[in-house]
C-alpha cells in the first residue's frame, strides 16, 4: 500500500475549518465524511504523517471502502483532487478551497485603476477573446456574475452527473462480474436520476446485494425500491437497516440449522412478514422455529408461518405470554380427556343387555331344585 501524500493549496499552521463548509457542505454531508475530511485537514503538511489507505480506515474506525467512498464524495463536491498512478492507485491528496473562497477571489479582485498595458495581469477568463469585465458594482457587473455563476454551476452539475453514472456503471460491472446490459445500465440510471438515489448509496447498494449472494439486477432493484420506501438516503442509514435485515435473517437460519447460505425470496417474504407485519422479536420468532423443528423435523417456514399466525391472533408479544397460553392449552387438554374418558365408560356401561326376571317362575325353579 503506497503512502499517500497530501498537499496543502491554503497556507495555514493550525486545523483551520472554512466558515463556507460548515455553512454550505457539512450538513449535506454523511458525518462519516466529515470526519474523514477532518482528519485530512488535521494531517496537512504534518512532517510526522505517513498515511495510508488502512490507516486512515484503522484511525477512524472505518473500512477502506468507507474512506474511499469520502475521498470521490469530496472530490465530486471540489474540495478534494485524487492523484493516481498508472495502475489506477491513489498516489496524492489535494485539498481545494470551497466555491464561496473561489469565487470570491474571482470577483472581489479590485478592478482598479492600472496602466492598461497591465490589463492582462488581471483575473480574466481562460478564455481568449473575452469582453473585459465590467466595473464593480455596476449593475452590469452583477449581471455578468449572476450569469456565469448560473452557466457554470449547471455545466458541472451535468458533468459530475456524467462522471458519476460512468463511475458506477464501471463499479457495477466490477462487482457483478460481467458486461452490463443495455437493460441494466438504465436500471442504474433509472436509480440515479428518478430514485434520486446519491452515486455513494447506488455503490452500497450493489455492494451489498452482491456480498449477500444477489447479482440479479431484479433483486437490487427490490432493494432499491425497498430503500427509497423505507426513506433511506445516505449510506450510514442503508447500513442501518441491512444489519438489521442481517440479524433477522440470521435469527431464523440459524433456528432451523441452516448455514451457509441466505434466504430464499419466498423465505424472506415470510422473514418480512414476521418481524414487520406481525412486529414478533426475535426469540418469539426463534421459539416458533425450535417447535417447527420438533413437530417437522425438518426446516419448514409454512408451519412456523401457521404457528407465528396463530399467537398473533392471539396477540402475543412475549415469552411469558406463550408460556401461559402453553398452560392454557394443557388445561383444555387435560378437561378434555378426562370428559372423554367419562363418555367412553358410560357407553360401555349402556352396552350390557338389560334382562327382564319373572319372580314367580324362579321361585318354582328354586323348590324344585331341592
Not at 499517500?4 to 495555514?12: M, V
Not at 415470510?270 to 423443528?293: G, L, M, P, V
Request: glycine letters at 4%.
Amino acid at each position: 500500500m503506497k503512502t499517500l501524500t497530501l498537499k496543502n493549496k491554503f497556507q495555514t499552521n493550525a486545523t483551520l475549518l472554512p466558515n463556507d463548509f460548515i455553512d454550505n457542505y457539512m450538513i449535506d454531508a454523511n458525518g462519516e465524511f466529515v470526519k474523514v475530511y477532518l482528519f485530512l485537514l488535521r494531517h496537512l503538511d504534518d512532517p510526522c504523517s505517513s498515511l495510508t489507505l488502512t490507516t486512515i480506515a484503522d484511525c477512524l474506525n472505518n473500512t477502506e471502502k468507507d474512506i474511499l467512498r469520502a475521498f470521490r464524495y469530496w472530490e465530486k463536491k471540489g474540495l478534494l483532487r485524487m492523484e493516481h498512478d498508472s495502475e489506477g492507485r491513489i498516489t496524492a491528496l489535494e485539498l481545494q478551497k470551497t466555491a464561496l473562497l473561489r469565487s470570491s477571489e474571482s470577483i472581489s479582485a479590485p478592478a482598479a485603476a492600472e496602466p492598461a498595458q497591465n490589463v492582462s495581469d488581471q483575473s480574466v477568463p481562460e478564455h481568449s477573446g473575452t469582453a473585459p469585465e465590467p466595473a464593480q458594482g455596476t449593475p452590469a457587473h452583477r449581471q455578468a456574475v449572476s450569469s456565469v455563476r448560473t452557466g457554470k454551476a449547471v455545466s458541472i452539475d451535468t458533468l459530475r452527473a456524467q462522471k458519476e453514472i460512468k463511475s458506477l456503471l464501471f463499479i457495477a460491472e466490477q462487482y457483478l462480474g460481467k458486461t452490463l446490459t443495455h437493460s441494466d445500465m438504465e436500471t442504474i440510471t433509472y436509480f440515479y436520476d428518478t430514485l434520486h438515489m446519491s452515486a455513494d448509496l447506488i455503490e452500497y447498494l450493489i455492494e451489498s446485494c452482491v456480498e449477500n449472494g444477489h447479482k440479479s439486477m431484479h433483486y437490487i432493484r427490490k432493494v432499491a425500491f425497498s430503500w427509497t420506501d423505507e426513506g433511506i438516503v445516505t449510506v450510514a442509514q442503508a447500513k442501518e437497516q441491512s444489519a438489521l435485515y442481517n440479524k433477522n435473517c440470521y435469527t431464523v437460519l440459524n433456528a432451523f440449522g441452516i448455514k451457509n447460505r441466505a434466504p430464499a425470496a419466498s423465505e424472506l417474504t415470510y422473514i418480512r412478514k414476521w418481524n414487520e407485519d406481525y412486529a414478533f422479536s426475535s426469540d418469539i420468532i426463534a421459539e416458533a422455529c425450535r417447535r417447527t423443528i420438533t413437530a417437522t423435523h425438518q426446516p419448514s417456514f409454512e408451519y412456523a408461518d401457521s404457528i407465528l399466525t396463530k399467537w398473533h391472533g392471539k396477540g402475543i408479544r412475549h415469552l411469558k405470554d406463550i408460556e401461559t397460553l402453553d398452560e392454557e392449552y394443557q388445561k383444555e387438554r387435560a378437561l378434555g380427556r378426562s370428559s372423554a374418558r367419562t363418555k367412553a365408560v358410560t357407553r360401555n356401561l349402556n352396552n350390557f343387555e338389560r334382562r327382564s326376571y319373572d319372580m314367580d317362575s324362579l321361585e318354582e325353579q328354586l323348590l324344585n331344585s331341592n
